[in-house]
């Protein structure tokens, strides 16, 4: 594995820096305040090229590798957390997933225009009831000639209410056991009928970010939507999962940066016993701490990175990234509201908003208990992953990098 960074990664990080400290960082504040999202973040984000990063040009993306998408999400959520959701959402639970199952079809319908950035995709799994327990969710997909009709209800649904595109999971069968070999994943568009979406407020953290829930009543959607095969929506959504929690672990990442970055500059402006408090062993305790947390979050994400780069499967090793991540970007936040003292206690300074947006990703995305299980279960030979049907594909430049008129016919 080589932990160098090639000019590619560095330009793409570049660019995301320079946009992150021109066009968000100044104002994300006020946009928390208010409880809403910039209207101006989507249009910029795909204007940047940032919703199709590692996607092969021919679908209409970037072609840059996995690696590129998980050092974007890392600078985009050194800004914002909900910049990292954009990404979380629309690339790694759907854009990745149409890369991954969907068919040639499928990927020139919905993927090119979300790679571009045209359209805003979301991912439908979670319902009041279904969180962890996703075998349990309760929305049908009853086949009707050769159309399947929706019925039922997602709930804390990133990108509700803008996007375009929902990748839904619904039970094409309610009686088969065990209870997910019934669900099926379909690709569910806006302006179809039965379709409503709404926002959820008053939530925590995350709060210039759009999350929402999504109806569906008797939605008609045409069998050529489906994405995989009639009873293979759970292991569409683990895969999907495989590539979400990559872009939170990797944003989370960059959140432990944040507070680290923002603690080690208050640390030298402010004073308390006649000298900076960086010159006081416990701030530096807590200095060394957020060190050592960015860095095993980083080279953490960095295997499961390479991992997808390779095409090797990193359920494992992703899961891992996205637990000690997540978990450390909360004790970070602690720990940097700790060293701002009171201020870090008001919203003059970032630091509250980062530790509020911290506790979501211990949650969303499979809470750290889920990880906890999951790892124990890989040690103690308990779960073991199976091949599965398509896996994501490896990366391969010339692949990914070919314009689409010099691969036709190919
Ligand atoms: N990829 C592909 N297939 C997988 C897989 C993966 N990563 N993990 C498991 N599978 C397959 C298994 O091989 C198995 O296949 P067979 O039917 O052939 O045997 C099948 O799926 C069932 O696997 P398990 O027995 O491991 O499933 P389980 O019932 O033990 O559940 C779980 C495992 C870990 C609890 C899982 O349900 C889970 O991860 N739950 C958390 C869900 C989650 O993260 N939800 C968040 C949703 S997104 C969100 O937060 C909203 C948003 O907008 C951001």
Not at 275 to 287: D, F, G, N, V
């Amino acid at each position: 594995m080589d932990f160098s960074l090639t000019e590619e990664h560095i330009q793409a990080q570049k660019m995301v820096v320079d946009f992150t400290h021109k066009e968000v960082i100044p104002t994300i504040g006020e946009w928390d305040r208010k409880q809403e999202m910039n209207p101006a973040t989507l249009p910029r984000m795909a204007e940047l090229g940032i919703l199709g990063i590692c996607i092969p040009v021919r679908y209409g993306g970037q072609g840059f590798d996995y690696i590129t998408l998980g050092l974007v999400c890392e600078e985009l959520e050194r800004a914002d957390t909900t910049l990292r959701v954009v990404m979380s959402v629309h690339v790694g639970l759907n854009s990745m997933a149409l890369l991954q199952w969907g068919t040639e079809e499928q990927k020139q319908k919905f993927l090119v225009p979300q790679a571009r950035g045209e359209k805003y995709a979301a991912f439908c799994l979670t319902e009041s009831g279904a969180g962890s327990d996703v075998a349990n969710m309760q929305a049908t997909a009853r086949k009707s000639g050769d159309k399947y009709i929706l019925n039922g209800e997602k709930m804390w649904i990133s990108l509700a209410t803008k996007a375009h595109h929902f990748l839904v999971f619904a039970k094409t069968d309610t009686t088969v056991t065990p209870a997910h070999k019934g669900i099926s994943a379909f690709i569910v568009t806006r302006d179809m009928p039965g379709v409503t979406t709404g926002d959820i407020h008053g939530k925590l953290g995350v709060r210039a970010g759009s999350t929402g829930w999504v109806a569906m009543q008797d939605v008609e959607v045409p069998a050529e939507n489906m994405l995989g095969e009639e009873g293979e929506g759970f292991k569409i959504a683990m895969s999907c999962l495989d590539n979400g929690r990559f872009t939170v672990a990797t944003g989370a990442t960059g959140l432990i940066r944040a507070c680290l970055e923002d603690s080690v500059k208050y640390a030298h402006e402010r004073s308390t016993f006649g000298k900076p408090i960086a010159q006081h062993q416990l701030i530096k305790q807590k200095i060394a701490y957020m060190q050592q947390w960015y860095d095993t979050a980083y080279l953490l994400c960095m295997r499961a990175g390479w991992l997808k780069n390779q095409g090797i499967r990193n359920t494992r090793e992703t899961s891992m990234a996205k637990w000690y991540a997540t978990d450390h970007s909360v004790k970070a936040a602690l720990e940097a509201v700790q060293v701002h003292g009171a201020y870090g206690f008001s919203d003059e300074y970032p630091v509250e908003r980062y530790l509020r947006n911290s506790k979501g990703a211990v949650i969303y995305e499979g809470t750290s208990e889920i990880h906890q299980l999951m790892q124990a279960d890989y040690a103690f030979g308990f779960r073991q992953d199976k091949p599965l049907r398509r896996e994501l594909p490896a990366y391969d430049p010339d692949f990914w990098q070919a314009e689409p008129e010099t691969v036709a016919g190919d």
